[in-house]
Every structure is written in C-alpha cells, then in structure tokens.
C-alpha cells in the first residue's frame, strides 16, 4: 500500500512495473557500483528484476522485510528504494535498513523526507524497538540522512560487507522507538 508526503509516494514492491525497476537500475548501474557488491549482468536482466520484485513482495507479506519504492509524486518517477529487511520479532524486535537514491536526486532532502516516512511505519505499524543502519565511514551523504533522521552511532564493524569487490568497515547506527522503552 502506498504512502505519500508532499513530493513523495513510496510504493510497495507489489506496485512497481518492471520496467520502471529496470531502467532506474540501469541508470544508476555506475553510480551505484561503488557502494554495493559486485553485480553480474544477469542482475540487470528482466527475468532477475522480476524475480527479485516478487521476492521482495514475498518477503513482505511474510512479514520478513519492508520493501519500499520511492516515487516523485509529480511524475510518477521511480527515484530510489528503501527497506527494512531481516526483521525479527520476539525479544529483538529490530529490522536492517538500507537505501539508495537516483544520482540525479542527491542532496534534495528526498532520502530524509522517504525515511521519515519508513521510520514511522517500521515504529507504528510494524511495532519494532530498534532500527540498524550500517554505512562505510567515506559515504559522507548517506551518514548526514541517518544523523538528521535521529540515528545514533554506536560503533564500527572491521571489514563487515564485501562491496565492489573489497571488505569494507562500517559505521553501525541504530534508532531506538521511544513508545516501545
């Protein structure tokens, strides 16, 4: 189900066409490279796009992530995307976030204005305690979004993902929900 702010619509992955996930992936395939692990070509093909499309709803209805697309209202152009993936219930009550922007899109405040909207519904409907964000010290932009969204760091991870073919240390950022201490 969609959810929307003044210049933004998230979508579910359920909503998405395929070819509008495709072509912002294809665009973005450079930009991206240098924060994510190595990606074949398969990767940018439909039939994994599709696949990963109906994992990600899959997941969601399962209750084990929130996948969401961010669309410009005005437009209706997939932007970025943002999750709270590996989440767990119990006495963890805690989700991993992760997100990514369209180049084109930087420093407009429309991560920040997309992750006040998951914050809340990852603390309201979902009802989890805690959020984890973990980003590689050097990704400047991406720290500023989780420092102005309330996240606190609480630490570094050695060498904790294998991204664009090296190890990479990690900043670990966590955001408490106030209504569940």
């Known amino acids: 189900m969609s959810s929307t702010t003044d210049r933004l619509t998230l979508k ?3 909503e998405v066409k395929l070819e509008e996930a495709r072509n912002y992936l294809l665009k973005n395939k450079a930009f991206l490279a240098e924060w994510e692990p190595i990606r074949d070509a398969d990767y940018y093909g439909e039939e994994a796009i599709k ?3 109906k994992n ?16 410009l209202s005005e437009g209706n152009l ?10 767990v219930r119990g006495a963890f009550l805690s989700c991993f976030l992760g997100y990514k922007l369209d180049r084109d ?4 405040g429309f991560m920040t204005e997309a992750m006040e909207l998951v914050i809340k ?16 010290p050097r ?3 991406s720290r500023r979004v989780l420092e102005k969204s309330g996240f606190v760091r609480e630490g570094v991870s050695r060498k904790y ?6 190890w990479e240390d990690h900043e670990h950022f966590v955001l408490l929900n106030p209504e569940l201490e």
């Open 12 to 14: 579910d992955a359920n």
């Open 121 to 136: 519904k990852c603390f309201t409907e979902l009802r989890l305690h805690r959020i984890e964000a973990n980003v590689m």
């Open 56 to 71: 990600k709803s899959d997941d969601m209805e399962q209750g084990r992530a929130a996948h969401y697309f961010i669309y």
């Open 105 to 108: 899109y930087l420093n407009k």
């Open 51 to 53: 696949a990963d499309l």
């Open 161 to 166: 993902l294998r991204i664009n073919g090296t």
């Open 139 to 141: 990704n400047v932009r």
């Open 78 to 87: 997939l932007i970025g995307t943002i999750s709270l993936s590996n989440i």
